[in-house]
Antibody
Framework: VQLLESGGGLVQPGGSRRLSCAASGFRFSDYAMTWVRQAPGKGLEWVAVISYDGSIKKYADSVKGRFTISRDNYKNTLHLQMNTLSGDDTAEYYC???????????????WGQGTLVTVSS | SYVLTQPPSVSVAPGQTARITCGGYNVGSKSVHWYQQKPGQGPVLVVYDDSDRPSGIPERFSGSKSGNTATLTISRGEAGDEADYYCQLWDNDSDHWVFGGGTKLTVL
């Protein structure tokens, strides 16, 4: 299993950013996927999860209405569209694969190395 | 919102046993998972479904639960076990994943 995040960088407050996670080594379309973030020096914070077919999406309260999780099962890629960013969104963003079954409530058995998003003027 | 409480830090002498707790409302009725994170790395699953171990995780890592507290036990602590450890569960009421605040394990 390989998960490679990309799209991080410096963003101005109020701006937008789209993160991607390229997946390989497993049948991507069979598994729910998720994003987790970690602010500098802080703990893990779950952001969003999407079912194997994209029909179910759940979001943390802190990002609901601003972030959108999506997936392309033909390109084996997970996305996170982030809008109206603020300094509180500055974090390392990790994508993770859930364990078997395709549902959103299975534990996270593989993680990427993360991509850093910094929101600052 | 649902809260999982972990001690900020735990210390253990080499060769001894470390126990990291994770408490929350009705934890006894939910499945708890544990992750290890070393500096500069992504997290790694070390225990799932309260007490099961993924392949490749040493038997020294074990999980248990009693009442509203889940515990990650690391036997025969080694320097390489120094890391942050997080518990996690799915909260059915909010349809959210929840992480504990994390515990920094130091092997002295």
């Amino acid at each position: 299993v390989q998960l490679l995040e990309s799209g991080g960088g410096l963003v101005q407050p109020g701006g937008s950013r789209r993160l991607s996670c390229a997946a390989s080594g497993f049948r991507f379309s069979d598994y729910a996927m998720t994003w987790v973030r970690q602010a500098p020096g802080k703990g893990l914070e779950w952001v969003a999860v999407i079912s194997y077919d994209g029909s179910i999406k759940k979001y943390a309260d802190s990002v609901k209405g601003r972030f959108t999780i999506s997936r392309d099962n033909y390109k084996n890629t997970l996305h996170l569209q982030m809008n109206t960013l603020s300094g509180d969104d500055t974090a390392e963003y990790y994508c993770a694969k859930t364990s078997g079954g395709g549902s959103i409530w299975n534990w996270f058995d593989s993680w990427g190395q993360g991509t850093l998003v910094t929101v600052s003027s | 919102s649902y809260v999982l409480t972990q001690p900020p830090s735990v210390s253990v002498a080499p060769g001894q046993t470390a126990r990291i707790t994770c408490g929350g409302y009705n934890v006894g009725s939910k499945s708890v998972h544990w992750y290890q994170q070393k500096p500069g790395q992504g997290p790694v699953l070390v225990v799932y479904d309260d007490s099961d171990r993924p392949s490749g995780i040493p038997e020294r890592f074990s999980g248990s639960k009693s009442g509203n507290t889940a515990t990650l036990t690391i036997s025969r602590g080694e320097a390489g076990d120094e890391a942050d450890y997080y518990c996690q569960l799915w909260d059915n009421d909010s349809d959210h994943w929840v992480f504990g605040g994390g515990t920094k394990l130091t092997v002295l």
